[in-house]
């Protein structure tokens, strides 16, 4: 069993960072693709960005591209997200999630967190 826990959320003011954190447990954590989801009030749950085993390679949406990064530390057993210069259309719950497979921006990931709340707000 794999278990994620996110954290890291909060009100920020537009153009404001925060990163958040995204703590593993369970199984070997290096042989899983990481990624981050997004679901805003009313909207369908969107791909934000993902990682491969071994950080080698990154996937983006086209939406963050530029203002925010994934990275992972396999020691720490945990996946980040960095992200710089939010926006009010930012705001969103913000979902960790895990897969045994390559990298994939659709919703075909096999374990998910609970979310954390990012509100970008003045």
């Known amino acids: 069993q794999v278990q994620l826990v996110e954290s890291g959320g909060g009100l920020v003011q537009p153009g404001g960072s925060l990163r958040l954190s995204c703590a593993v447990s369970?199984?070997?954590?290096?042989?899983?693709?990481m990624a981050w989801f997004h679901q805003a009030p009313g909207k369908e749950r969107e791909f934000v960005a993902a990682i491969t085993w071994f950080g080698a390679s990154t996937v983006y949406a086209d939406s963050v591209k530029g203002r925010f990064t994934i990275s992972r530390d396999n020691a720490k057993n945990t996946v980040y997200l960095q992200m710089n210069s939010l926006k009010p259309e930012d705001t969103a719950v913000y979902y960790c999630a895990a897969r045994s497979k390559e990298i994939t921006t659709t919703s075909n990931y096999e374990y998910w967190g609970q979310g954390t709340q990012v509100t970008v707000s003045s």
């Open positions: 369970g199984r070997t954590f290096s042989r899983y693709t």
